[in-house]
């Protein structure tokens, strides 16, 4: 590790100093971590507040038929956003439809036979008349927690800015039409629902090129055929071959980057000026953390939690209202499309792991046929020699005729459930090392070649089910440099290129499987070793050509490893990652923003380079403390799983809120940590909250070629989905996916990323417009309560660049 260049001289030698040196933790320079605090609302807390809603309930029945309008539930804000503005009609919707909303709040029962619906307003009660919500006396009780909520969503909004990951900001987002979003109006999704976009005018010029998507994407009309007859070569008509020495290799730029003395990347115009200050401002991690400490603060309050706790169960009611009404309607307006259906909708499987994105079946065809067909090949180095295939085979006594499924052994079974460690296992054919380093890595002794191969084969059936589509993640561990180009160099020379397949890098929390084997020695190592190759890349292209090119399919960033594992606090202030050489690993907010920050200040350079930028998705919330969801809230364009924001209502209101991304994958969680009849995902789809379902490991979950399919299918057979709820779950799961504007835009109709019905296609997504615009007035209405939360005049522009 010598060549990788750092100041590590001035770390405290770690075989004398003990693992948390005091200067280092006690001194002005310790960081104070924030602790998870308690945002779940617990079974008890849930019994509590029903048992107070029911006495009340019971008690005012009979006697209180006199005060009219007084909402039962004693909060103001149970009738107060359930009222909407004067005038709103919907196109194409049907007396008694979604417009929910429209319905104030049980009055009670004796009250009036006369729904308040069907009265001349001036006859309601003054508390029900239409009015924009946001006229309506809030109590003072509630207007805190309002507060308090609208700062968490700004702080949101600042990270999502600085970091450069809201719709428009990537050059590749600009596609010749496309040109981008004014910071005040966008999101990572698209324009603000808050937005008015009848009057809102786009951009007529944007600052970059027609995003360039090589090899091009298939045309509007196409049909799969193996024209190459082999499963080597992506194929389809009008296909142009991935061509490396075809590529346009731009030159160096004149701007310096260097690592600052707390672990973070910053990039500079004149590298030898005196005091030189970062061309980004890149928020620090004490900024960070003070943030952190706010937010969790917010989720952790009594009064706001139970206060979530009732929105939520108010959004899903009234999605169960919403469907009870409309459901002919939505059926009639799906039939009334020509050509699509559920299975020619796009798709895109969201989260699933390159290294099991096979299914076993194909996995042990494919070891057979290698046994048969090639014996001979020389694939390992093992105790000072070479082995043949045939050899290792004879090793561990297995012939080709002895395989089978139940050799294999890969499948998650019961006694993998809450043991994260022994489903790790079932990544090794027959429980064997030697198998996995053969036919599952891309670094081997063969360079990778059989994971290559079966990697276009799993491509080539995705190309000819043509709907499917995958962001398949792939690790860097941070151990060395030299991991990105030789994980580049393996995509380039074995043609890995796929219109149906975008990558996510994955960065594994191992550090202290690292620094127990020597490979690093302080945490700044993982930052050095993960981000310089992509700052080098990005001052000079040349430098590493096969990374610029490799980097062009990459869409973002995710952080994975076992969320079950306890965080140890072991000391009360933290040090900065030059500092960080105890044998614990930091905890995940730590990693989170060390991903975040240097994501950020590179994705400001690529933006002024015009190179694609990226996005931070990581794994959270499959288990673990509230502390995860909650840095993932500020610093994620969207993650996987999210199971456990069904215990935290207040940051679940936060999500939706903000409408962050849950790839969510009930057959995993089911073998994992959660069983699938219990878990939240009908809950946070009635909600409304953004979730899309996600394959996760079809090796170890799934049975057949289609996975996606499956997940979609079970899920439909369990949660009884509709129709209807299949087609948003699959838009949904293009809207978070990183897939160029270009292509989301012939998947999705063109103005995808306006809020409710302006933004769908019904021929495309087929997707009921009333669906959608049910979901915008909902969301509009709990953000015009929050106070238009969303006010954008208080979010200030940090980033400083030119
Ligand atoms: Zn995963």
Redesign the pocket.
């Known amino acids: 590790m010598a060549e990788s260049p750092s100041s590590r001289g001035d770390s405290p030698d770690r075989s004398k100093t003990p693992p948390m040196s005091p200067q280092a933790s006690d001194s002005q320079e310790g960081l104070h971590i924030p602790e998870a605090k308690d945002g779940f609302f617990g079974y008890n807390e849930e019994r509590s507040l029903h048992q107070i809603e029911e006495k009340r309930f019971a008690h005012r029945r009979g006697s209180d038929a006199t005060s009219v309008g007084r909402p039962i539930l004693s909060s103001p804000l149970t009738g107060l956003a359930t009222i909407i503005p004067d005038g709103i009609s919907e196109p194409g919707s049907v007396p008694g439809s979604h417009i929910l909303s429209a319905i104030p709040e049980p009055v009670s029962p004796s009250v009036d036979k006369l729904s308040p619906l069907n009265k001349p307003t001036d006859q309601l009660p003054p508390e029900m008349k239409p009015g924009p919500a946001h006229d309506i006396p809030i109590a003072n009780e509630y207007a805190p927690i309002l507060e308090s909520f609208r700062k968490c969503l700004e702080l949101r909004d600042k990270y999502m800015l600085v970091s450069g990951q809201r719709l428009g900001f990537n050059p590749k987002d600009h596609d010749g039409s496309f040109n981008g979003l004014p910071d005040q109006v966008s999101d990572v999704n698209g324009l603000r629902p808050d937005v008015d976009y009848n009057n809102f005018q786009e951009p007529e010029e944007s600052s970059f090129h027609k995003w360039h998507i090589y090899p091009r994407p298939p045309p509007p009309h196409w049909h799969w055929s193996d024209k190459l007859n082999g499963p080597t070569h992506s194929s389809t008509p009008g296909d142009e071959e991935f061509e490396f020495s075809t590529c346009e290799i731009p030159g160096e730029h004149e701007w310096s980057f260097e690592i600052d003395e707390k672990g973070v990347y910053q990039v500079y115009e004149s590298p030898q000026a005196e005091n030189k200050v970062p061309v980004f401002n890149i928020p620090t991690i004490r900024e960070y953390f003070i943030d952190l400490e706010y937010v969790l603060g917010v989720i952790s309050d009594g009064p706001t939690k139970s206060f979530a706790f009732r929105r939520l169960g108010y959004l899903s009611s009234k999605f169960t209202m919403y469907t009870l009404l409309n459901e002919f309607q939505e059926l009639a307006d799906m039939k009334s499309v020509p050509h699509r259906d559920f299975y020619n909708v796009r798709k895109v499987d969201t ?3 390159h290294s099991s994105s096979m299914n076993q079946k194909h996995l042990l065809r494919f070891i057979k046929s290698k046994m048969k067909r090639s014996p001979d090949d020389v694939v390992i180095f093992r105790d000072g020699k070479e082995l043949t295939l045939e050899q290792v085979f004879q090793s561990l006594h297995l012939t080709a005729y002895d395989l089978s499924i139940d050799t294999l052994d890969m499948h998650a079974h019961q006694d993998s459930f809450h043991r994260f460690d022994k489903f790790n296992l079932k990544y090794n054919p027959i429980g064997e090392s030697r198998l996995r380093e053969i036919f599952m890595k891309t670094d081997n002794y063969i360079e990778g070649r059989y994971l290559a191969e079966l990697t276009q084969e799993v491509m080539t059936d995705l190309e000819q089910s043509k709907y499917q589509n995958c962001e398949w ?1 792939i690790s860097i561990y941070g151990r060395s440099p030299h991991e990105w180009d030789k994980l580049a160099k393996w995509i380039i020379k074995n043609k890995l290129f796929s219109h149906n397949v975008r990558w996510l890098i994955q960065i594994p929390r191992l550090y202290d499987v690292y620094k127990q084997s020597g490979s690093i020695n302080t945490f700044e190592d993982i930052v050095l070793n993960v981000f310089r190759p992509l700052f080098e890349v990005t001052k000079d292209p040349k430098s590493h050509p096969e990374l610029h090119i490799f980097l062009q399919r990459v869409i973002g960033f995710d952080s ?1 490893d076992d969320e079950s594992k306890t965080e140890r606090r072991f000391h009360k202030k933290f040090p900065y990652p030059r500092l960080w050489d105890a044998k614990e690993s930091p905890p995940y907010s730590y990693w989170s923003y060390y991903l975040f920050a240097n994501i950020a200040s590179l994705n400001q350079w690529r933006r002024k380079r015009g190179f694609n930028t990226f996005v931070f998705r990581p ?1 959270c919330g ?1 288990a673990g403390d509230t502390d995860h969801l909650t840095s993932a809230f500020l610093t994620a364009h969207s993650i ?2 999210g199971i456990l924001l069904r215990k935290v209502p207040a940051l679940q209101y936060l999500f939706y809120l903000k409408q962050i991304g849950l790839a969510m ?1 009930p057959l ?1 969680n089911n073998a994992l940590f959660l069983t699938y009849e219990r878990n939240p995902l009908p809950d946070f789809f009635k909600v409304g909250l953004n979730v899309s379902l996600s394959t ?2 079809p090796l170890q979950f799934h049975f057949t070629k289609e996975p996606l399919l499956e997940e979609y299918s079970v899920a439909a057979h369990i949660y009884k989905f509709p129709q209807s709820s299949l087609a948003e779950l699959a838009r949904n799961s293009v809207i978070q996916s990183g897939f160029e504007m270009e292509i989301k835009k012939h998947w999705l109709g063109l103005k995808w990323y306006l809020p409710g019905s302006a933004g769908n296609d019904i021929n495309k997504t087929n997707v009921p417009n009333i669906r959608l615009e049910y979901r915008k007035h909902t969301l509009m209405e709990e953000l015009d309560m929050v106070g238009r939360a969303t006010s954008t005049s208080t979010i200030t522009t940090t980033t400083t660049a030119n």
Do not use: L, Q, T
């Open positions: 989260h699933v792991h993640r994975v794994h499959e996987s799983h994958s995993s996760d490991d």
